[in-house]
């Protein structure tokens, strides 16, 4: 498996509060995703990095920002928690921009309540 | 992942072939892809096929590909019970900094013994 991580693995939290979720790779790949998949709707990008400190929108990128300080970590924060951002979040690293040899973690189950 | 589309479900005996059909819209899509979720796993990279190619072959895997219809497939011959998984498509964008990856909604194979 590639070395990619994501932490923590399940999180239950309320409404209203910041999450911060990790996504830790060992690679040194230069692009890095986030995503969340939600029934009916396969997967859809959130956040992603080209490169450290430099981050661009997705298609869902509302109510998420990101940060990127070094090469192997990218986190993805949710300033204030609702519940329709209960999902399943997954990371992926990637070498090129073409995504021919991308990776995925093994996901994040967040439950807002 | 609304702009790629596929059949929800597809049940087939082991040892048939199956195939996972997949219809996408972006006729500048440099690259599609197959991925494999397994329960509680993130996406799997199965395979890839350039877009100036029509056909490409792994092993068990055959990957067809329409530019005119703008239609994917990817078939599975001799299909094993550890086959059973959801099947995702996905096309790349070239946009800004990367290409994104545009998931279908994902098809879950069922392989009965």
């Known amino acids: 498996d590639a070395g990619i991580t994501q932490s923590p693995r399940h999180k239950v939290t309320e409404t209203g509060t910041p999450v911060t979720l990790r996504c830790h790779q060992t690679?040194?790949?230069?692009?890095m995703y986030w995503y969340r998949q939600d029934p009916g709707h396969g997967l859809r990008l959130i956040h992603y990095s080209y490169g450290v400190k430099d981050t661009d929108k997705g298609e869902v990128s509302d109510g998420y920002s990101v940060s990127r300080s070094k090469t192997e970590d990218f986190l993805l924060t949710l300033e204030s928690a609702t519940s329709s951002q209960t999902s399943v979040y997954f990371c992926a690293i990637s070498v090129d921009r073409e995504n021919t040899e991308a990776f995925f973690g093994q996901g994040t189950r967040l439950t807002v309540v | 992942g609304e702009d790629v589309e596929q059949s929800l479900f597809l049940s087939v005996r082991e040892g048939d072939s199956s195939v996972i059909n997949c219809t996408y819209t972006d006729s500048s899509s440099t690259y599609l892809y197959w991925y494999k979720q397994e329960p509680g796993a993130g996406l799997q990279l199965l395979t890839y096929i350039f877009s100036n190619m029509d056909m490409k072959q792994d092993q068990r895997l055959t990957v067809l590909l329409n530019k005119k219809d703008k239609h994917l497939s990817l078939r599975i011959a001799d299909t094993q019970t550890g086959d059973s998984a959801i099947y995702f498509c996905a096309e790349s964008r070239n946009r800004g900094a990367t290409n994104k990856l545009i998931f279908g909604t994902g098809t879950l194979l069922a392989v009965q013994p």
């Open positions: 690679e040194n790949h230069r692009y």
